[in-house]
Nanobody
Framework: EFPLAESGGGSVQAGGSLILTCSGP????????KAWYRRVQGNECRMVAS???????DYSDSVKARFFIQQDNAKNELYLHMNSLKPEDTSVYYC?????????????????WGQGTQVTVSS
């Protein structure tokens, strides 16, 4: 079993919605910040949404009011609700644990990362 695994990616038209799910035993580590990142250029990933151990949530400006992060501790699952999707949201999305960076990081470096799931938004 992978420590983190994403699901729910796919293709959708602009304006549509998707829900990404992250699952895995790493999510039981409630002392770590959990986050969703997406690949932006080369091997760089940018934080999309994060949830701190105390429940505080943070979002990148580009997704505020459209994306929502949610954690279900009973199920060991992390969700990213994506609404009003735009073509520029097209990317590979990763869930990560133990990364406290709100900007750009090297994808899958440090902390614990999933394998990623592709989201494609067509215009």
């Amino acid at each position: 079993e992978f420590p983190l695994a994403e699901s729910g990616g796919g293709s959708v038209q602009a304006g549509g919605s998707l829900i990404l799910t992250c699952s895995g035993p790493e999510l039981a580590n409630t002392a770590r910040t959990k986050a969703w990142y997406r690949r932006v250029q080369g091997n760089e990933c940018r934080m999309v949404a994060s949830i701190a151990p105390g429940g505080n949530k943070d979002y990148s400006d580009s997704v505020k009011a459209r994306f929502f992060i949610q954690q279900d501790n009973a199920k060991n699952e992390l969700y990213l609700h994506m609404n009003s999707l735009k073509p520029e949201d097209t990317s590979v999305y990763y869930c990560a644990s133990g990364i406290v960076v709100t900007g750009t990081v090297t994808c899958r470096f440090g902390g614990v990362w999933g394998q990623g799931t592709q989201v494609t938004v067509s215009s």
